[in-house]
């Protein structure tokens, strides 16, 4: 594939522009219409031009390129065509063949995989990776033998010269992915590094994913100075001569460094998970203004971001506030310290983020500040965005996309599965909102002293603890795994299911955390929850209250028992004078499957047939929608602190109340309707009911005439 094929494949929205010219449009910022300019120079470069004045370096990144990529490489620089050298198969446990790993000439690599016709596809989408030579791995860690881990293909066949098993990654140094250690489950490893720093950050990657799965691990190296495996055989050493790190004579242009310990005694010792807990939430409450449960909640999240790869979902946290600078950003900051991979974002394009969540090893964790630009009333056109954060709480979740041009377009899985923190002003739409733990922050008062937030400071303090957490993960990963942590049942299930990685952290920790955890989950769920009931689950809850203990009601008197609560919207519900109708009451309550019915009724006049309800009707959507206590959402009314949410709203503007499902305001007459006087009212400038000035305990006043103070009285 040509190099710019290569950048080609990986941009959205590509269409010719001229000869060896397209215009596409950019990755590295919010494009709505194509503005990247792209072309092919001299020898064979690709030559992009953002009209935006992204740099080049930025656009390279958002699609998991180098600036090496966008050459085509010495053969075809030179006119001469590359020619296939070496092929590895790549097969599953059984010897069923998966993909290929495709050698050059000259040295370059490409993967393929069979398309079922006898021909290839020359990209992997979402085939499975292995190890190479599986089948051989998992007989010699079945039997406890040595595996030795190599960087390369022409390594693992050196080795197998030799006499041993021998494995790798496809993609060499960086791309292991922390699955692959399960196929090592119980062998005995010795990790052969290249004799460089990549090649030994990249053992060390590996031993960490090792750690309690591995029988033994060991870090090795050439005795050679800037070799592999396959250079220190051919100088004639033996396998038994490989040094463990550090040890290998000095050389003038590299000086000797300590030995390193192997896995086994890591660098970063494993630590008290009490302890290590406390501290991040010492560390994050002295920069942040936060309370006890949410200060728990994001010392918990810190080693789950850590150890994501052992969970099946996760809890995004929704860190919003009813104000800017009340320390939003500044908690994304102290996080972005704390987390693997972190991934700050704010407003950046679908296509960038669709590419930089996955990856090898852990996936990154997403920090997305100012989301309120993309759930706002003026966003436009983010549902692939919207539908991305919906999907990736759970694990397995992947993003298909159309990748290429023209004919040549196939589809790709992107993985979207991860820890993910958004902040912004106001609230999430509730699909978003149901995944989330809401953090809900205040601005500081002048008596709650916070330190200064400089980056040097924050990265001084979180650096220690990232380390730690990163440890103990490594080292539990597979006791999270197994974890069957116990759930409150005042969750919903979707909650629990992000409750659930948590809590295994918080029982591994011991001591007050798990009930710390706990109570701080159920509160901060049951502040969302009770903050942001439909109207049809409050109608439901004063349903249920003025029910009693009748089996059955009229129409007449349910209605009177609503509209009786001065609290309640219902006595100034719809466009009449009257409030609640009895059609407005059966379009409320037809989502929920109930319907009026004849109801007999006794009276002075005798027996009656009348329209009404029946309690057993309602049984059912009271058990499913309604919190244990309904009482505390019109304890929550009363207090003024009930307010519906709905789908797009995010954030409420001044002046705008929800709309519902059958087109009415909860109050009045609808905007623009004649007022008290006969006039007709212009605009949202004032409350249908009351054009003239607002009324005490009206809500629709408080929004429509906020500067009074008045409204909701």
Known sequence: ????????????????????????????????????????????????????????????????????????????????RPEIVSTYPYCDEDGALLYEVVRYWPKAFKQRRPDGAGGWIW????????????????????????????EGEKDVHAAEKHGKVATCNAGGAGKWRSQYSEALRGARVAIVADADTPGRDHARAVARTLDGIAAAVKLLEPAEPHGDISDHLRAGRKLAELVEFGTRASTEDEPETAPEPSVSTPTVPVPDLA?????????????????????????????HSHAIAAADSTAYLEVSSPEKESGKSRLLECFAQLVPRPLEAANVSDAALFRSLGGDGLPATLLFDEVDAIFGPKARDREDLRSLINAGWRRGAMAHRCVGEGSRQEVVAFPVFGAKAL???????????????????????????????????????????????????????????????????????????????????????GGDWPSRARKALVKLHADRTEDGESWGVQVLADIKTGFGDRGQIRTADLLACLKADDEAPWGSWGRGDGGLDPRGLANLLRPYGIRSADVHVEDDEGRKTLKGYARADFEDAWDRYLPPDPGSIRAKRANGSTEP?????????????????????????????????GRRKRGNTACPSHPESPAPGCRYCAAKWPESGRGGE
């Open 645 to 677: 949410k709905t789908e797009g709203s995010y954030p409420r503007q001044k002046g705008e109340l929800a709309r519902i499902e059958i087109g009415r305001k909860p109050h009045g007459k609808a905007d623009g309707a004649d007022g008290a006087d």
């Open 423 to 509: 902040a912004g002003i106001g609230e999430l739409p509730e699909t978003v909102a149901s995944r989330c733990i809401p953090i809900r922050l205040r601005r500081r008062a002048p008596d709650e002293p916070v330190a200064r937030g400089r980056y040097r400071d924050i990265a001084a303090a979180c650096k220690p603890l990232r380390e730690a957490a990163a440890a103990w993960a490594a080292a539990n990963a597979e006791r999270l795994r197994t974890a069957d942590p116990e759930l409150p049942d005042a969750l919903s299930d979707r909650a629990q299911d992000g409750a659930e990685p948590l809590l295994a952290i918080a029982d591994a920790a």
């Open 123 to 150: 990209k992997l989408g979402d085939t499975r990776r292995v190890l190479y030579r599986l089948p051989q791995v998992r007989a010699a860690a079945e039997a406890g033998k040595t595996v030795l881990v190599v």
């Open 1 to 80: 594939m040509s190099a710019v094929q290569a950048v080609l494949d990986r941009l959205e929205s590509v269409r010719p522009a001229g000869p060896d010219k397209w215009m596409a449009r950019c990755p590295a910022h919010d494009d709505r219409t194509p503005s990247l300019s792209v072309a092919v120079g001299d020898e064979s470069k690709v030559l992009l031009k953002c009209h935006a004045e992204c740099p080049v370096e930025a656009i390279v990144a958002a699609i998991n390129l180098d600036m090496a990529d966008l050459f085509d490489g010495d053969a075809r620089s030179n006119g001469s």
């Open 275 to 303: 302890e290590l807990l406390d501290g991040i939430a010492t560390t994050i409450r002295k920069f942040v203004v936060m309370s006890d449960a949410q200060r728990d909640l994001a010392a918990l999240w810190v080693p």
